[in-house]
């Protein structure tokens, strides 16, 4: 596609997508030889931890089900100061309500919009408001067995103007600098978010993904491949990622390259958003996509029972027991 794209560009004095081209044509790497990779060596793999702790310790208890045994590994973690809680507001509400309840409660939320939630069940929603903490370098080195632990507070400036978007940016660029700095060569580096939990235990062939990567400039991801959405365009997935040195530095620039080219001529997005940016510093920077299949969810950051949530509601209603509450408590029976 690229190759057509360019030789329409012959004998004109502009086409609209020529800056694009020529930078992903300049960016592309060759293929690797095949006969300089090993495929059954001992790997030395960076993990490179970044962004917003939430559910990090229940998510970090399932690491165990990559399959790393074996492998030198050292983390590098890069994080913010609190903990974080995500507030169930739709879609993220399933992270962290029973599944029936769940249910019920979307359904209300969509009659009533979240406005009138609000302000219904203030008892509901401070289970969440109670519950976020911070944590120390002490507990993150020994938790996470690494003395590459950065933490910083995104409560004060210059983070506290920051969206969720660009503070996700901003520390998968810091950790992959931090990554870099060490005197260390690695053959993978993988870039994940505290809170993915691997829900399975199988396994990945390690020495086959080193050689893949390597060879052909692959970045796996979760689920799926660059991809259009609508109303967002051009994306990719972004909860984590596996490459060579050299594909992972092209997916971590996406931070760079947006305040870099956000006065250029490009059709790279201006402005830092989720899933976005990271499919564009791939792409311009040549690397491929492809999918892995290891499956994982978002750990809530805090899960109240369904007891917790069934007195909160009753606390709300106690005047008023209309036919929205009844419907969210009958879901907790």
């Not at 609190?82 to 509400?93: A, E, L, N, S």
């Not at 829900?199 to 062939?205: H, R």
């Not at 052909?216 to 984590?240: A, K, Q, V, W």
Request: glycine residues 4%.
């Amino acid at each position: 596609m690229i190759e057509i794209e360019y030789s329409n560009l012959h004998n004109k004095t502009h086409h609209p997508y020529e800056n694009d081209i020529n930078m992903i044509r300049e960016n592309s790497h060759n293929r690797c030889s095949s006969g300089s990779l090993s495929t059954s060596k001992k790997l030395n793999i960076a993990i490179c931890v970044s962004g917003q702790l939430r559910g990090w310790k229940k998510a970090l208890k399932s690491w165990k089900n990559l399959g790393l045994e074996g492998h030198n590994v050292t983390t590098i973690v890069h994080v913010w100061k609190g903990t974080g809680v995500t507030v169930p507001i739709p879609p993220k509400d399933e992270r962290s309500l029973p599944e029936n309840f769940q249910k019920a409660y979307r359904e209300v939320w969509n009659k009533l919009g979240a406005e009138k939630m609000y302000s219904r069940y203030s008892n509901f929603f401070s289970l969440w408001g109670a519950n976020e903490t911070n944590v120390t370098y002490e507990n993150l080195s020994k938790a996470y067995q690494s003395t590459q632990v950065t933490i910083e507070d995104d409560s004060v400036k210059p983070f506290v103007g920051m969206t969720n978007a660009e503070k996700m940016y901003y520390k998968i660029s810091k950790c992959q600098e931090a990554c870099d700095s060490l005197d260390l060569t690695f053959d993978l580096i993988i870039r994940i978010r505290p809170d993915l939990e691997f829900t399975s235990d199988k396994k990945l062939d390690w020495n086959e993904v080193y050689r893949s990567s390597h060879m052909d400039n692959i970045l796996y991801c979760e689920s799926y491949t660059r991809y259009l959405f609508p109303n967002i365009g051009f994306s990719m997935t972004d909860h984590f990622a596996i490459a060579s040195p050299t594909a992972m530095r092209a997916y971590t620039l996406a931070y760079e390259m947006t305040k870099k080219l956000s006065d250029k001529q490009t059709l790279f997005p201006k402005n830092l958003m989720a899933h976005t940016n990271v499919a564009y510093s791939t792409l311009y920077n040549g690397i491929n996509i492809e999918s892995v299949s290891l499956p994982c969810v978002l750990s809530p950051s805090y899960a109240p029972t369904s007891a917790m949530i069934k007195k909160a509601l009753e606390a709300d209603s106690k005047d008023r027991n209309d036919s929205f509450d009844r419907l969210l408590i009958k879901s907790l029976t």
